[in-house]
């Protein structure tokens, strides 16, 4: 008869303590749910992390109801076994919606960085491109201000060359002249028109060297 009064007993205290524990359980499941709202709609506060260390703890609380359906009366067995049925399927529901979640946020993140380095590499060729191109121009312009240097050294040059010829032309009339007058004249002018070939290859080779600079530069 003692043993009946005490398995009845421990029945009743293990009824309360599911009794007690099923709301409870119920009502941290909604505080999960409304986190992950609060999550999914951009709140800083929340961290899907918390959330899913409170899931583990109801896990292992399911667990422990679980056991203790087992210590039930048959006749409320199947109730409470329903009941914690219903928890683990909204457990369920929950911990689905919150993996969803994060690898939608971890997909957005990729996306995002990846943009990110794109528009950043992009940025960086451009710059590159710029920069390429002021040291091309610059380069550019250095060798058109030497080539215009060099065209302008040729140029004066080539004067100079003219304005002798024209000198030693004028001298030479005067030296024929003379000659003439001494009768040397005829073997003088073949010395004059070999100096006049000299000179004439001299002017040449300066705009041949000229030229080559030029390309050589260029």
């Given at each position: 008869h003692l043993d009946q009064v005490d398995l009845q007993s421990h029945s009743e205290d293990t009824m309360i303590a599911i009794s007690?524990?099923?709301?409870?359980?119920?009502?941290?499941?909604?505080?999960?749910?409304?986190q992950l709202i609060e999550l999914e709609r951009g709140n800083a506060t929340i961290h899907a992390s918390d959330i899913y260390m409170g899931l583990n703890e109801v896990t292992r609380r399911l667990d422990h109801l679980d056991s203790l359906v087992l210590k039930e009366p048959k006749v409320?067995?199947?109730?409470?076994?329903?009941?914690?049925?219903?928890?683990?399927?909204?457990?369920?529901h929950i911990r689905g919606s919150l993996d969803n979640l994060v690898r939608?946020?971890?997909?957005?993140?990729?996306?995002?960085?990846?943009?990110?380095?794109?528009?950043?590499?992009?940025?960086?060729?451009?710059?590159?491109d710029i920069e390429a191109e002021?040291?091309?121009?610059?380069?550019?312009?250095?060798?058109?201000k030497m080539l215009n240097?060099?065209?302008?050294?040729?140029?004066?040059?080539?004067?100079?060359?003219?304005?002798?010829?024209?000198?030693?032309?004028?001298?030479?009339?005067?030296?024929?002249?003379?000659l003439n007058s001494l009768g040397i004249a005829n073997t003088l002018m073949k010395v004059v028109e070999g100096r006049d070939k000299v000179d004439k290859w001299?002017?040449?080779?300066?705009?041949?060297?000229?030229?080559?600079?030029?390309?050589?530069v260029w």
């Open positions: 007690e524990l099923l709301p409870e359980e119920k009502r941290k499941l909604h505080e999960l749910e409304q409320k067995r199947d109730d409470f076994r329903r009941r914690v049925h219903h928890l683990r399927t909204t457990y369920s939608r946020k971890d997909r957005s993140n990729y996306d995002s960085n990846r943009r990110d380095l794109f528009a950043e590499a992009n940025r960086n060729i451009e710059a590159g002021i040291a091309e121009n610059g380069s550019l312009n250095r060798t058109g240097e060099y065209i302008a050294i040729g140029q004066e040059t080539m004067s100079n060359l003219a304005s002798q010829k024209e000198r030693l032309k004028g001298i030479q009339r005067k030296a024929f002249d003379i001299i002017v040449y080779g300066g705009m041949v060297l000229i030229l080559v600079i030029i390309v050589l």
